[in-house]
T-cell receptor, first 114, second 113 residues
Framework: DTEVTQTPKHLVMGMTNKKSLKCEQH?????MYWYKQKAKKPPELMFV???????INESVPSRFSPECPNSSLLNLHLHALQPEDSALYLC?????????????FGSGTRLTVV | SQQGEEDPQALSIQEGENATMNCSYK?????LQWYRQNSGRGLVHLIL?????REKHSGRLRVTLDTSKKSSSLLITASRAADTASYFC?????????????FGTGTRLQVTL
């Protein structure tokens, strides 16, 4: 299995809702990432998990809460989002430090906050 | 924050022509990677070049890296309509605990028949 699977593919949520984005990989990668991408912009790093521990938080607002239950799963819990949080949310995984093969990205969750 | 700038922002060529994209970055890196993205979906890793390498080839792709100028280029030879996509360079910088990939601004490539 050489894929990163993200669910759901599309999500529409109200500003008072709580929802979660899910990401799964079975490549034995020890690092997992959340990126946010607005239209016609490059992806921006949100969080990095290394060996199931949060190692980088790029000053992301607390309404985004990441969770890594095990080495194959990564969640992003969403609560009280704003319309400007609407974007494509991308999950990725990699071997970790001393990269040789690049990151593997999922196809993303397109989030719309209404 | 964005690490790199890419130029051109957009490039339109005919099938069979070569496409060259350039990337500049600001800080020291472990490696530099190039990705392709179709229609705002997931990114596909194309090629990785380490900081101690100067040139790398993969199929129709050729990547160069000049660490003294903090710049890289991606050449796609004999382009095809299927190469139409956005292309991003991304720098992998040392962080101490984990890899951290930061993307450039991207080049939108349009290949016409």
């Amino acid at each position: 299995d050489t894929e990163v699977t993200q669910t759901p593919k599309h999500l529409v949520m109200g500003m008072t809702n709580k929802k979660s984005l899910k990401c799964e990989q079975h490549m034995g990668h020890r690092a997992m990432y959340w990126y946010k991408q607005k239209a016609k912009k490059p992806p921006e790093l949100m969080f990095v998990y290394s060996y199931e521990k949060l190692s980088i938080n790029e000053s992301v607002p607390s309404r985004f809460s990441p969770e890594c239950p095990n080495s194959s799963l990564l969640n992003l819990h969403l609560h009280a989002l704003q319309p400007e949080d609407s974007a494509l949310y991308l999950c990725a995984s990699s071997q970790g430090r001393l990269e040789r093969h690049g990151y593997t990205f999922g196809s993303g969750t397109r989030l719309t906050v209404v | 924050s964005q690490q790199g700038e890419e130029d051109p922002q957009a490039l339109s060529i005919q099938e069979g022509e070569n496409a060259t994209m350039n990337c500049s970055y600001k800080t020291s890196i472990n490696n530099l990677q190039w990705y392709r993205q179709n229609s705002g979906r997931g990114l596909v890793h194309l090629i990785l070049i380490r900081s101690n390498e100067r040139e790398k080839h993969s199929g129709r792709l050729r990547v160069t890296l000049d660490t003294s100028k903090k710049s890289s280029s991606l050449l796609i030879t004999a382009s095809r309509a299927a190469d139409t996509a956005s292309y991003f360079c991304a720098t992998d910088a040392p962080t101490g605990t984990a890899s951290k990939l930061t993307f450039g601004t991207g080049t939108r490539l349009q290949v016409t028949l």
